[in-house]
């Protein structure tokens, strides 16, 4: 799982989306987009990579698709991502 994680970082939109992700809030694919300047089925891809690591879930939200970071990730996990970012990440349960 933590190479996983690791390869999936490595990959500088991936993590600067984590970097948005970090902040605890839901994002959509059309912000992240927008923030990162990648197109719309890149977007979609990177963000795949993160799902199937297992650093970020998503919902979908009509014909959007909005994504955060896992909160259920393993404290190891988080250290991780923390240390990539360089900061400390919010991981917030999402209210049903």
């Known amino acids: ?23 605890g809030s839901e ?5 992240l987009v927008r923030r990162l300047g990648a197109t719309q089925s890149r977007m979609s891809r990177h963000m795949q990579v993160l799902r199937q690591a297992g650093l970020v879930v998503d919902r979908r939200d009509a014909q959007w698709v909005r994504y955060r970071i896992n909160p259920d990730l393993s404290p190891p996990l988080i250290r991780l ?11 917030t349960e999402q209210a049903a």
């Open 1 to 23: 799982m933590i190479v996983t994680a690791l390869s999936a970082l490595a990959e500088p939109t991936r993590l600067e989306a984590m970097r948005l992700l970090a902040d």
């Open 27 to 31: 994002h959509c694919v059309c912000e």
């Open 81 to 91: 991502v923390e240390a990539a970012l360089e900061r400390r990440i919010m991981v």
